[in-house]
């Protein structure tokens, strides 16, 4: 069995690990799963979001990425499952996350999970977003 592989990203995700004792992405040999990831700026000491639902939705796939690539992923373009979380569902949320498939991953659609919940991670955000990605080239270069 391969060994669990964590990671986390400058700022935010550092200070997520140090305080609230978890990481933003782990690696199980070709597969890659990370945590929920908002819509906040990853470089300021708290979180923090944007005004519009469509710029909080953008940072947060932002987020996804960097996320990802902490343990060798290269990105969006490997990811084949996506669950979002939203503190409402409104056409307008749902524009923004499908806005942001399509730059994303122009060249596939991957399994997706809309679910509305009253609240999510931190006070004021409207949207987490969680991922699996499938990454075998990355599993081969980590067992180098």
Known sequence: MSSLEYGVYPGFGEQARDNLSYSQAVRLGDRIEISGQGGWD???????????????????FKNVETALQTVGGKGWSQVYRVNSYHAEITPEMTAAMTENFRKYMPDHKP??????????????????????AYDPEGASEATK
């Open 42 to 60: 990853p470089l300021a000491p708290h979180p923090e979001f944007n005004k519009s639902i469509q710029e909080e939705t953008s940072q947060a």
């Open 111 to 132: 399994i997706w999970t809309e679910t509305g919940s009253h609240q999510l991670g931190a006070p004021g955000m409207r949207v987490e977003i969680e991922v699996m």
